[in-house]
T-cell receptor
Framework: GAGVSQTPSNKVTEKGKYVELRCDPISGHTALYWYRQSLGQGPEFLIYFQGTGAADDSGLPNDRFFAVRPEGSVSTLKIQRTERGDSAVYLC????????????????FGPGTRLTVL | AQKITQTQPGMFVQEKEAVTLDCTYDTSDPSYGLFWYKQPSSGEMIFLIYQGSYDQQNATEGRYSLNFQKARKSANLVISASQLGDSAMYFCAMKGAGGTSYGKLTFGQGTILTVHP
């Protein structure tokens, strides 16, 4: 079956512009995660959804960042007034369940969107 | 709060040899999961292996095994019989049990593995 897809694969924008990044999770996966990966670093958590609701948005760096998942499937990460420091690869992942601790529900990652803010 | 530490920025190994990639973690959660992911130069994150904190035996998946030492809070990845295609960045990650760590992964800084022919 199809994996997680993300569009666009690359996005170049100018400082101050608005961008939207889209994530299409694996069909039937209820949990969806957004991470940000800067060059040479590990991914950092931004937000996760269980169904349509944002269960944890503690990783969003500031109020310029917002994400939605209106029908519990596709999600859009929105960044307003982009800054050069927002340049990174934005990764989306989905999982068949949101469960913590020792339960094995691996997250399947998409190929990422490389955002460059000039 | 959870923390993953990978102290090896880069590792080199000869083809067909075994290599160990180090990972230590810190958490106050009594229940947690540890993951290893591979990220080739193409950028996708590939799941390799999982270890639950209550698992009695070390996890194995083909050429990958996880050396889990709970008392030392370490979860090292062992790759046996290295292949050229193993050259990539490797990330150790943890998933917590509750509170703000519930469900999300916390990643280490990564280790770049280079396999020489």
């Amino acid at each position: 079956g199809a994996g997680v897809s993300q569009t666009p694969s690359n996005k170049v924008t100018e400082k101050g512009k608005y961008v939207e990044l889209r994530c299409d999770p694996i069909s039937g996966h209820t949990a969806l995660y957004w991470y940000r990966q800067s060059l040479g670093q590990g991914p950092e958590f931004l937000i996760y959804f269980q169904g349509t609701g944002a269960a944890d948005d503690s990783g969003l760096p500031n109020d310029r960042f917002f994400a939605v998942r209106p029908e519990g499937s596709v999600s859009t990460l929105k960044i307003q007034r982009t800054e050069r420091g927002d340049s990174a690869v934005y990764l989306c992942a989905s999982s068949s369940a949101t469960s913590g601790g020792a339960s094995h529900h691996e997250q399947f990652f998409g190929p990422g969107t490389r955002l460059t803010v000039l | 709060a959870q923390k993953i530490t990978q102290t090896q920025p880069g590792m080199f190994v000869q083809e067909k040899e075994a290599v160990t990639l180090d990972c230590t973690y810190d958490t106050s959660d009594p229940s947690y999961g540890l993951f290893w992911y591979k990220q080739p130069s193409s950028g996708e994150m590939i799941f390799l292996i999982y270890q639950g904190s209550y698992d009695q035996q070390n996890a194995t998946e083909g050429r990958y095994s996880l050396n889990f030492q709970k008392a030392r809070k370490s979860a090292n990845l062992v790759i046996s019989a290295s292949q050229l295609g193993d050259s990539a960045m490797y990330f150790c990650a943890m998933k917590g049990a509750g509170g703000t760590s519930y469900g999300k992964l916390t990643f280490g800084q990564g280790t770049i593995l280079t396999v020489h022919p």
